[in-house]
């Protein structure tokens, strides 16, 4: 049987306001929406054209069986800009190399939330060896406040939708306001140098903000598990759309940026 040419948006169980938003606006553009009851595939949907927006272990426990091409950025994509860009010293290194650390440093994974990414004191604060493997990726950064933070959906090298999420490390949605010229110009360089030196996939999510010293990246993250905030939910889904969606249909130049999915069992 061959696939539907129908896209459909395929919902993980627990759906969240972004969720909820992102239903909304597939209907508006004539796509089905379909919530999943569980977090296994839906077996109507095997022989149809699906698009996904939910976290990692729905698309790890779907995404294979569905013929998906996830994309997100690199693990090494904010180590590899620029200081000037990035505001402060970001390394790739393994979680082994981490737990050595003996000064404070911000802790992160780059993809999954294998742990909580925060600043720790030291290395020994990081989850042991019984709990996550030493070869584990992970991004060790110089400690910086950020005073306000931005989510920016970028489609094609163009930033579709932009949100506040965050003011001192407190929740705080809405609109840029008076930071939106500024933003938009900084976004510009950021995504300039996506195209040269940091590539980034066609679709994703990118973090920038104010810190005492100038603008600058928080992170970079997969569209199709990011939080919307106060974006317009019509273009997420634009970007979700491509971010998620059916393997054959993805670019050669976005290989480099598939998720690994588990093999599919049978």
């Not at 800009?81 to 994974?109: D, H, I, M, N």
């Not at 569209?223 to 050669?252: N, Q, T």
Request: aromatic share 6%; proline share 8%; glycine share 12%.
């Amino acid at each position: 049987m061959g696939v539907s040419s129908s896209p459909i948006l395929l919902l993980a169980p627990r759906i969240n306001e972004t969720g909820l938003q992102l239903r909304t606006a597939a209907g508006r553009r004539g796509m089905r929406a379909f919530t999943a009851s569980s977090w296994r595939p839906p077996q109507e949907l095997t022989d149809c054209r699906v698009h996904l927006y939910g976290g990692p272990l729905f698309a790890d426990a779907v995404g294979g069986a569905l013929g998906l091409g996830l994309l997100e950025p690199s693990a090494g994509w904010l180590a590899a800009l620029p200081r000037e860009l990035t505001g402060r010293t970001v390394e790739s290194a393994t979680l082994g190399a981490a737990r050595r650390l003996s000064r404070p440093a911000f802790v992160k994974a780059p993809a999954d939330k294998h742990f909580a990414a925060r600043v720790y004191h030291a290395g020994g604060g990081l989850p042991g060896p019984e709990l996550l493997d030493d070869d584990l990726p992970v991004l060790v950064s110089e400690v910086v406040r950020f005073t306000v933070e931005y989510r920016l959906f970028v489609l094609d090298g163009t930033v579709l939708a932009a949100s506040r999420y965050a003011r001192d490390g407190e929740l705080s949605v809405g609109a840029p306001e008076s930071d939106g010229r500024e933003l938009a110009a900084f976004a510009a360089e950021v995504l300039a140098a996506s195209a040269g030196q940091a590539p980034l996939p066609s679709a994703a999510v990118v973090d920038v903000g104010r810190t005492p010293g100038g603008w600058a990246v928080v992170e970079a993250n997969a569209a199709w598990a990011s939080g919307g905030y106060a974006c317009d939910p019509d273009a997420v889904l634009e970007v979700v759309l491509r971010a998620a969606g059916p393997l054959g249909l993805l670019p050669g130049s976005d290989r480099p940026f598939l998720r690994e999915l588990p093999r599919v069992e049978g």
